[in-house]
């Protein structure tokens, strides 16, 4: 991914209905892209994008965010090859996704790449 994917990338989080973070603008994707720890992959078809993913890393764990995948190019195995890549870039032995609990579709696809809940982890964050 480069930054100039990003309006169409954005697009696709859209149509995902994926929810939209603070952490989402062009100038913050934009610091990942150039930080050595992280990066983000599009998935292209004529020159469309039809899937999209971040990830980066915190020296200990890695980090998957926001994978995007249109949804009539779905169970095609675009998200697997996706979070592949990542996985690849991250080389962690710990992988961490965040799914909202009401996400089915997301949570379904986690869960058949056998990503396992951490019911002994609790996650808070700050809203400012």
């Known amino acids: 991914m480069v930054i100039d994917d990003y309006l169409y990338v954005k697009d696709l989080w859209l149509e ?28 292209q078809e004529h020159g469309n994008i039809i899937g999209a993913v971040l990830c980066g890393n915190d020296g200990r764990y890695g980090y998957i965010h926001h994978l995007a995948v249109a949804k009539v ?25 965040m799914v909202r609990k009401n996400n089915e579709i997301g949570n379904e696809f986690w869960n058949h790449l056998q990503f396992q809940n951490a019911d002994w982890i609790k996650v808070q964050f700050s809203r400012q």
């Open 16 to 43: 995902c209905e994926l929810s939209e973070e603070p952490e989402d603008g062009r100038e913050e994707v934009e610091a990942l892209l150039k930080s050595s720890q992280g990066t983000g992959f599009v998935a």
């Open 73 to 97: 190019k779905r169970k095609q195995g675009i998200g697997k090859s996706l979070v592949e890549e990542c996985i690849r870039f991250l080389q962690r032995r710990h992988v961490i996704i």
